[in-house]
């Protein structure tokens, strides 16, 4: 008697374990894939803001220039759109972004695997070209350019989860730098390329961890900027669909000297 409710007991804990390695598993699958949107239509971002600014010493432009002077200082949403428009064939105005996800930021990819061409619009592209007064080393910066302005870089949204999700990265000299909003001031290095976050523009000093590429007086240098939704991070769920956004970019330049006295304080 006592041997058949041994068995039993045993038969009830191998029935209850083999429950909940079933329910373990579905649990594992719903988080891998609760961070996407739906694959549905209208589950997309649906229209952005974009502006990028450079400090004085520091111009950029859409193409290569022979001098500092035919560079800029600010580049709007209507520019850059329009070289899109020009160079991948969609309208930034009408086409929104769908989430993807890449490792190498070369190859992105959707939910279910397939690739996202760099003329669908799921994700931006477009180059940079740099140019500075000095040799110096460029970085990201959340600081203002000056009290009563708000001109540092910054994702913003209604939807407040939305900059969590958002990925911009620069490619330039071989090397990869991702900026992640909600790094918040730290960074890491993952497959060969350094994410970053920013910390608000009261906080914001330039580091290592905020540096990009460096820059030879008066030589131009290409930089290719992408923009996406990480579909695997965890604010990238439905909860940001036909969500409006601003991006804006502030490059800022410094000098070895400086930063030789930035790190004596």
């Not at 064939?89 to 190498?104: A, N």
């Not at 070369?106 to 940079?128: I, M, P, R």
């Not at 040799?135 to 949204?157: I, P, R």
């Not at 890491?188 to 523009?201: I, Q, R, T």
Request: net charge negative; charged share 25%.
């Amino acid at each position: 008697m006592r041997k058949k409710q041994t068995n039993l007991k045993t038969m009830r804990t191998r029935v209850y374990t083999s429950l909940l390695l079933v329910l373990l598993a579905l649990v594992a699958v719903t988080a891998a894939t609760v961070a996407w949107f739906s694959i549905a239509d209208n589950t997309r971002v649906r229209t952005m803001g974009l502006q990028i600014i450079a400090d004085p010493d520091l111009r950029m432009d859409l193409d290569a220039h022979g001098t500092i002077g035919e560079y800029v200082k600010t580049l709007s949403f209507e520019q850059i759109a329009a070289r899109i428009q020009k160079e991948k064939g969609f309208s930034m105005k009408t086409t929104p972004l769908k989430p993807v996800t890449t490792s190498d930021t070369k190859v992105f990819t959707y939910e279910n695997g397939s690739t996202a061409s760099d003329k669908s619009g799921s994700y931006l592209e477009f180059t940079l070209h740099f140019m500075a007064e000095k040799d110096m080393l460029v970085h990201l910066t959340s600081a203002n350019s000056k009290d009563g302005e708000s001109d540092g870089t910054a994702v913003t949204s209604k939807q407040e989860k939305l900059p969590e999700a958002m990925r911009i990265s620069f490619t330039a000299d071989g090397k990869t730098w991702v900026y992640d909003p909600g790094m918040g001031d730290t960074s890491a290095v993952e497959n060969g390329m350094s994410s970053f976050g920013l910390p608000v523009a009261g906080a914001m000093k330039l580091s290592g961890k905020n540096a990009l590429f460096s820059l030879k007086e008066h030589v131009d240098k290409p930089v290719i900027v992408r923009i996406w939704m990480e579909g695997t991070d965890p604010a990238c769920t439905d909860e940001l669909q036909q969500a409006d956004y601003e991006i804006r970019l502030r490059f800022t330049g410094e000098t070895e000297e400086e930063n030789q006295s930035a790190q004596s304080e």
